[in-house]
């Protein structure tokens, strides 16, 4: 059986449209990078904060799918996370298990009208996407700051692994407090070390996409 080939002409003008279109993609990913990435976050913070609007104002189904898709993402405790639309912002395993009259919490619970509606993420999570969202927006206007040092970095990060391990083998209970300034610390320290080396990285992708696309003459 004899198998059709392509002529070498065909082939070649294919292969420049793809490298074309590619370098344009390129370009203009590495020109918006930043934006994209503070937008990535954004979501991420801003999809457990509307879940709880989301069952103030009736819509039960897209609330408690915001949680389901991020239970994988965070443990979701209730006496770890902040409430909208009740009489308090946060409360305590024992106030809630009071409240509840039940003796126990369970993890999934998401609130009620009365005591309001948990966000998705628990607080130190809620810190850690949201001074990401604001520490990358700030890196607009700090472009050419140098990375953070490894040992910044990991000065940044082990008061949230002081805190959230002392509390996990029974040391102390961490407030929401000390997850908030923790949290913070770990999304601020994450951008600082990884971001200035992205942008080094996309202003060369950006040189290179840009000389290839002259050969267009675009």
């Given at each position: 059986?004899?198998?059709?080939?392509?002529?070498?002409?065909?082939?070649?003008?294919?292969?420049?449209?793809?490298?074309?279109?590619?370098?344009?993609?390129?370009?203009?990913?590495?020109?918006?990078?930043?934006?994209?990435?503070?937008?990535?976050?954004?979501?991420?913070?801003?999809?457990?904060?509307?879940?709880?609007?989301?069952?103030?104002?009736?819509?039960?189904?897209?609330?408690?799918?915001?949680?389901?898709?991020?239970?994988?993402?965070?443990?979701?405790?209730?006496?770890r996370s902040f409430f909208l639309f009740g009489p308090s912002v946060t409360y305590s395993y024992d106030e809630l298990a009071a409240l509840l009259g039940q003796g126990t919490v369970p993890q999934r619970w998401v609130g009620s009208s009365d005591l309001g509606f948990k966000m998705a993420v628990c607080e130190r999570d809620i810190a850690v996407y949201g001074s990401m969202v604001v520490a990358g927006v700030v890196f607009n206007w700090l472009r050419r700051l140098r990375p953070l040092s490894v040992r910044g970095f990991l000065l940044l990060i082990v008061p949230m692994a002081v805190d959230g391990g002392g509390q996990f083998i029974g040391l102390w209970s961490s407030t929401w407090i000390t997850r908030v300034i923790t949290g913070a610390l770990f999304g601020v320290a994450c951008i600082a070390l990884t971001y200035p080396y992205l942008e080094r990285g996309m202003r060369e992708v950006r040189a290179e996409t840009s000389a290839t696309l002259q050969r267009w003459g675009h």
């Open positions: 059986m004899r198998i059709q080939t392509l002529p070498p002409e065909t082939v070649n003008e294919w292969t420049e449209r793809i490298t074309y279109w590619m370098s344009r993609l390129l370009r203009w990913v590495s020109a918006h990078w930043l934006a994209l990435a503070n937008l990535g976050f954004g979501v991420l913070v801003g999809l457990p904060i509307l879940a709880p609007v989301l069952y103030h104002l009736g819509y039960d189904g897209p609330a408690a799918l915001i949680h389901t898709v991020f239970h994988p993402l965070c443990h979701q405790l209730p006496e």
